[in-house]
């Protein structure tokens, strides 16, 4: 990875934690603290509900904080959805867009989430786009031309490349405890990173992109050694600390080598 890229974890809590879930996240900023992900950074997206609470919890250390999905206007008659600029105001500092689940559950379109990580630029949030391709597409020998219509079709004109950062999840292997091999990975990878100086041409290099897909400590070594991976996005390995910090400990013991 060039040094120019710092190697980002980001745990995607989903639909999970109720209040006595802040003790994790109090847990992991403090690991944090003492080094426990060497040179990562490491941002936590919990549930809207708790965000606030996180942000107290955060202030001043060195884990970030995100939503997970936000809507395309800054305020209005939208009944349960949230802003950018509400996600901003309670603390975060990115925001996923374009995760799978919000693709097949709500019928998320490229459009749609490109007009959503543009709200997020207009909110002041780092955006974590979201792309990957089901076990069908992949069989059918479609993973690439399908994962770079998504990016192409997600990202706003005009995209800061130091305010992007791209998660490739297989949406075959979210919460399957399949992965992909360290060679179809490192092949996605490099695509993207392709597909990425075409769109954004010398900003390309400052792009972080991440793996997404059943992430867990006994895998996390073997993947975030592949090339062009810049770190992880984490699902069910984030809601507790010590498996959290235990897929970080890659960073903490390559920062010692």
């Known amino acids: 990875m060039p040094q120019t890229r710092r190697p980002l974890l980001a745990g995607n809590w989903k639909m999970n934690g109720l209040a006595a879930s802040l003790a994790e996240i109090a847990a992991i900023r403090d690991a944090v603290a003492d080094g426990a992900a060497g040179v990562a950074e490491i941002v936590l997206c919990p549930p809207a509900t708790l965000l606030m609470a996180a942000a107290k919890l955060c202030e001043g250390s060195a884990v970030g904080l995100g939503g997970q ?7 209005g008659a939208h009944t349960g959805d949230i802003a950018a600029e509400m996600l901003k105001d309670a603390g975060a500092s990115h925001v996923i867009v374009g995760h799978s689940e919000r693709r097949a559950d709500h019928a998320e379109t490229d459009s749609m989430v490109r007009t959503k990580a543009a709200a997020g630029l207009r ?16 069989e059918a020998g479609e993973a690439l031309p399908v994962v770079g ?12 490349p130091e305010r992007l950062v791209v ?22 990878h490099g695509f993207l990173r392709g597909q990425l100086e075409r769109h954004l041409a010398g900003g390309a290099a400052a792009v972080r ?6 992430v867990k400590p006994a895998n996390a070594a073997e993947l975030l050694s592949v090339a062009d991976v810049d770190g992880a996005l984490v699902g069910g390995a984030s809601l507790k600390a010590a498996d959290f910090l235990a897929i970080g400990k890659y960073y903490a013991t390559i920062a010692k080598s």
């Open 69 to 75: 999905d936000c809507h395309t206007e800054p305020n």
């Open 123 to 138: 909110a002041g949030l780092t955006i974590i786009l979201c792309v990957g391709e089901t076990r069908a597409q992949r």
């Open 149 to 160: 219509a998504q990016l192409a079709g997600s990202l706003p004109p005009d995209m800061p």
């Open 167 to 188: 998660a490739y999840e297989p949406v075959w292997a979210i919460g399957t405890g399949l992965t992909p091999t360290p060679d179809d990975v490192a092949a996605m």
């Open 209 to 214: 992109i991440l793996y997404g897909g059943s």
